[in-house]
């Protein structure tokens, strides 16, 4: 397909500062630290890490939330970063989020019809009665009963509540959703639920996802490729099934060693990675290849040099100096 998303090295630095009245900068977190990638129109990335490993800034930096250090976003042929006032609100208008925690991102004081009916009002698309029938639209389209518009978010569950933040993405018919960890925060029961509804919403609308989460497992049946990121960097881009079936990077076999299998017999005979130590600090990463600290067949190099992010068979990239 058609490429409708490409992200060009893109760094993403917070300062850390001292003092209160004369601040000065001591360091900086080095959240996204040169990433690349591109995204097709009508799929699903799944970009997958540990917690603090810049996937959530990943996202933000796309739309522009953050503005990033470095680097490009460019969007259906246009740079964002080179976008101001009313020509980024014209093209944010077609990328949209859903949070982790749908609760947290919806105002309690708001009923559910004046929550998704706001960027129609925001963008002066629709208010009013014509408002309230694409509200109701939105809420029929994710599977919930157009009566909840006049209820507030507190009376629903975690289920219904991302199906309202998912109400509220579409409400702009955009063309580009950042999914961050949708699911995460569901009960098991319900993530299947939203991930179903996430596809079904995907197909009616040729809609583009980038779909966040912290786990292999999480990202599996709706991702057609999968990024893993490990501090600040993606360590191996594949296909989804190459991915699960041929991992190449030592991070992404020890993630892939900790996801259970459904067969018993296999999960018998599997070995778990189990990785030494915890992610270092984000404001210095170690030299070389970040991940040298923990991996289990580090060799002098790797704490030398950085290894080339590099191709190393058809739609297979992979940063690391002993992948085949
Ligand atoms: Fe491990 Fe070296 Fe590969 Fe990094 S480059 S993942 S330290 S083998
Ligand atoms: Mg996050």
Not at 194 to 223: C, G, K, P, W
Not at 279 to 290: D, F, I, K, L
Not at 302 to 323: I, N, S, T, Y
Request: charged fraction near 25%.
């Amino acid at each position: 397909g058609q490429v409708l998303l490409r992200v060009e090295n893109l760094v993403k630095w917070f300062p850390i500062t001292r003092g209160i009245i004369f601040t000065r900068t001591i360091g900086y977190v080095h959240a996204v630290d040169g990433v690349s990638f591109e995204i097709r129109r009508g799929e699903t990335l799944g970009l997958v890490g540990e917690s603090g490993c810049g996937k959530s800034t990943v996202g933000r930096t796309i739309l522009q939330l953050h503005r990033p250090t470095r680097g490009r976003v460019i969007f259906d042929g246009v740079d964002l970063t080179q976008l101001k006032g009313g020509e980024l609100r014209r093209m944010r208008r077609r990328m949209q989020i859903i949070f982790q925690d749908p609760y947290a991102s919806l105002n309690p004081r708001m009923t559910v019809g004046q929550i998704i009916a706001e960027p129609l009002e925001i963008h002066g698309i629709a208010r009013g009665k014509e408002a309230r029938e694409r509200v109701e639209e939105l809420l029929r389209l994710v599977g919930l009963n157009p009566v909840f518009a006049d209820r507030y978010p507190h009376e629903f569950s975690g289920g219904q509540r991302q199906r309202i933040g998912i109400a509220r993405a579409l409400a702009l018919q955009p063309d580009f959703i950042v999914c961050d960890e949708p699911i995460s925060a569901l009960d098991v029961s319900i993530q299947a639920q939203i991930v179903n509804l996430l596809q079904e919403l995907q197909e009616r609308f040729h809609l583009t996802y980038l779909f966040i989460a912290h786990d292999l497992a999480m990202v599996r049946h709706i991702s057609d490729r999968v990024a893993v990121m490990y501090l600040g960097k993606i360590v191996e881009l594949a296909d989804r099934i190459e991915l699960y079936e041929n991992p190449l990077h030592p991070y992404t076999q020890a993630l892939l060693s900790a996801v259970p299998v459904p067969d018993p017999a296999v999960e018998a005979r599997r070995q778990r990675i189990i990785l030494r130590g915890e992610v270092p600090s984000p404001v210095n990463p170690p030299s070389g290849c970040r991940f040298h600290p923990r991996c289990p067949i580090a060799q002098e190099i790797c704490k030398r040099v950085e290894p080339e992010w590099r191709e190393v068979r058809p739609g297979h990239w992979v940063a690391c100096h002993l992948a085949e």
